[in-house]
C-alpha cells in the first residue's frame, strides 16, 4: 500500500548517497537530513539511545570529590584515558599519572562499559539505516550486520550519525558547556539524595560517548576486556578520521 503524500507547501529536498566502494561493495542510501519518526521509535525500542556517559561520569565524579577537582576536569581526564585504551594520544602531568594508578578498577570498569555500549549503539544505527532505507531490508537484524565488512558498515555508520544529528554538529566550546551542564545536574541530584557517588547507576544521557571501531551484534559478546590502560609514559598515535559530510 502506497503511502498518501503530505500536500508541502515547499517540498522536501531529496537526494543519495552512495557509500562503499568497488572492491567491498556499494549501497545508496536516501538522505532525509534527520531519522524518521519509525526509525526514532526502532532504535529506542532497542535500546540504542543508553548512553556510556553514565558510565563515565561515575568514575570522574569519584575523582572530582576525592581529588577536589571541577567535575569538568575529572571527566576530560577519564575521557583521554578512555580514548588512549583504543588509539588516541594521552599526555598525563604528574597528578593525572597518579590519577591513572590510583583510580586504575574504576577506569577499567568505565572502559569495558563504554566499549560495550557504543559497540551497541554503532551496530543499530548501522542496522537500522539497512532496515529502514534500502528496499526489501525489512528484516534485516543487528546479527546480519556483523557479517557485513567492518569498512562499509563504518560508512554507514558515519552517515547515521549525521543524519541522526540533523547534520548539526557541536563546536568544542558547545559540547565543554553541555558537559558541564550535565555532570552539574547530576551533582545537584546527588546531594539532594545523599547518596555515594560509586555505584549507582545514572539516567543521564548524552552523545559524548567514546567511540568503537568494532561493530557486533548487540548480544553477541565474548566478555573480552579493551586494551590495557596505559601507564603514564605510554603515548600513542591516532589517525584522522574522515567524517561524511551531507
Aim: net charge negative; hydrophobic share 35%.
Amino acid at each position: 500500500m502506497i503511502a498518501p503524500q503530505l500536500p508541502f507547501h515547499s517540498e522536501p529536498k531529496t537526494r543519495n548517497v552512495v557509500l562503499g566502494n568497488e572492491r567491498i561493495g556499494t549501497l545508496e542510501f536516501p538522505v532525509l537530513g534527520d531519522l524518521t519518526v519509525n526509525e526514532q521509535a526502532w532504535l529506542a525500542a532497542n535500546g540504542a539511545e543508553k548512553s556510556a556517559f553514565a558510565y563515565t561520569s561515575r568514575a570522574a565524579l569519584k575523582i572530582a570529590r576525592a581529588e577536589k577537582v571541577e567535575p569538568i576536569i575529572a571527566h576530560n581526564f577519564v575521557a583521554r584515558v578512555l580514548g588512549s585504551a583504543m588509539g588516541a594520544t594521552l599526555e598525563l602531568d604528574a597528578i593525572e599519572s597518579q590519577w591513572v594508578v590510583k583510580y586504575v578498577k574504576d577506569l577499567e570498569e568505565a572502559a569495558l562499559k563504554v566499549v560495550e555500549v557504543s559497540t551497541k549503539q554503532q551496530n543499530l544505527l548501522v542496522t537500522c539505516m539497512i532496515r529502514f532505507r534500502l528496499p526489501g531490508m525489512q528484516e534485516w537484524t543487528p546479527s546480519d550486520t556483523s557479517t557485513i565488512s567492518s569498512e562499509l558498515a563504518e560508512e554507514i555508520m558515519k552517515f547515521a550519525q549525521v543524519e541522526q544529528s540533523r547534520g548539526q554538529y557541536q563546536t568544542a566550546e558547545e559540547a565543554d558547556t553541555q558537559m558541564k551542564e550535565l555532570l552539574g545536574k547530576q551533582l545537584t541530584e546527588r546531594g539532594r539524595s545523599q547518596q555515594p557517588l560509586t555505584g549507582e547507576k545514572s539516567s543521564i544521557s548524552s552523545d559524548s560517548s567514546i567511540p568503537a571501531t568494532q561493530i557486533s551484534p548487540p548480544n553477541d559478546s565474548d566478555g573480552s576486556k579493551p586494551d590495557t590502560l596505559p601507564n603514564a609514559s605510554d603515548k600513542e598515535t591516532n589517525s584522522d578520521e574522515t567524517t561524511y559530510t551531507p
